[in-house]
């Protein structure tokens, strides 16, 4: 069975193809799965890139979609030829997050190994179904990035139809959260330094776009959109850099979901202004199964189909991971099988 692992101490160079033994026939309560595709996410990349360090030899990455080939003992939710999609924490299955859940020790692809790789075997639980219809790549992008815009705005924001939205950037979380805003009827807002990328945001449905290189105080910008009001909702991808103008552009009582640290880890925060706005500023990973199950009723419902940049083979991994360092992607990048 062919897999895609990273030596320690980590970096792209670091990738390898490796020939594993075949994980046999699943146990009581587990599943086989051919997995067929996964998406690149920025946890992913921490992890290749070793930023996140992991085990020597860690097979890598988060998201997987594939055929069931065989159930085990009890399993009844599945049947061999379902087509499913892994879950970012398996062991959380629904309610609140909880300890177990607040770090990466049982995520595929980091704590444990991952879905690049030809089969697997995993309890049943740390699968939904996918959405009917969907190709592998397609469902490959709902496990994180297409998740965890479905709990900011949905599950978290409890986002109502009228309200505002501001997005920064147009990355896999962020043309989900436009995709799933105006399915609900939001107004939005998006970011990006390029002006081809915020046209192809108002060509899926953004309200109004900008470009923050040649705006650099976007937050002005946002209140004079809203009116001087400030937008409701924010998915907040950028950490430091961009917070203090996230806390600026947030109306009174908002929301700020804050699902990324694409500029950082660390750094100053304007408290005086977020207490002033009493906004509720969240950091949140992902969700949990149930979440997972009821973002796929939704896609299904709406008939929202996920935007796919570019693909790549499984040997091509680490020139995925290039692609998505360079910025140049709109939407998810997918890797196939």
Known sequence: MKAIVVRAPGGLEQLEVRHLADPGQPGPGQIRVAVHATSLNFHDLLVANGAIPTEDGRILMSDAAGIVEAVGAGVTEFKPGDHVVSCFFPQWADGLPWDAVGNFRKTPGDGIDGYATEYVVQAASAFTLAPQGWTHAEAS???????????????????????????????????????????????????????????????????????????????????????????????EVGGPGTLGQSIKAVRVGGHIALIGVLTGREGALPTATLMAKQAKLQGLIVGSRRDQQEYIAALQQAGIRPVIDRSFPLESLADAFGYQESGAHFGKVVVEW
């Open 141 to 235: 992008t709902i496990t994180t990035a297409g998740l965890t815009a479905w709990r900011a705005l949905v599950v978290d924001g409890q986002l109502k139809a009228g309200a505002s939205v501001l997005l920064l950037g147009t990355g896999g979380v962020s043309i989900a959260a436009l995709q799933i805003a105006k399915a609900m009827g939001a107004r939005v807002i998006i970011t990006s330094s390029s002006n081809e990328k915020l046209e192809r945001a108002l060509a899926l449905g953004a309200d109004a776009v900008i470009n923050y290189r040649q705006t650099p105080d976007w937050a002005k910008r946002v209140l004079e959109l809203t009116g001087g009001r400030g937008v409701d909702h924010i998915v």
